[in-house]
């Protein structure tokens, strides 16, 4: 079992930035074979989708939708992944999740709100 806990969310003004943390506990043995980690986030009415993602040795991938604006990064010896937030838009305002894999099951985070609103 991995708990995921998110932190960073809030409302913010478009063009602004914003940090989102995801702290990841468990054993000592499943903590340490948790693979790639990443950020989804669900808007009201639509599906849940990638956001970005990072393997545990550091290689990302981003949406094309927030390449440029976002950058996810990993803390592996505080079981950390974090997710950059600039230059934030409108469309931007959704639930985020955080997820990591270990060994081949999808763990999933309770979710943190980001509202861009002015």
């Known amino acids: 079992q991995v708990q995921l806990v998110e932190s960073g969310g809030g409302l913010v003004q478009p063009g602004g930035s914003l940090r989102l943390s995801c702290a990841a506990s468990?054993?000592?043995?499943?903590?340490?074979?948790?693979?790639?980690m990443g950020w989804y986030r669900q808007a009201p009415g639509k599906e849940r989708e990638l956001v970005a993602a990072?393997?545990?040795?550091?290689?990302?991938n981003h949406a094309d939708s927030v390449k440029g604006r976002f950058t996810i990064s990993r803390d592996n010896a505080k079981n950390t992944v974090y997710l950059q937030m600039n230059s934030l838009k409108p469309e931007d305002t959704a639930v985020y999740y955080c997820?990591?894999?270990?060994?081949?099951?999808?763990?999933w985070g309770q979710g943190t709100q980001v509202t861009v609103s002015s």
């Open positions: 997820a990591a894999d270990v060994r081949n099951t999808i763990y």
């Open positions: 468990g054993s000592i043995f499943t903590i340490s074979t948790m693979g790639s």
């Open positions: 990072i393997t545990r040795g550091g290689s990302t």
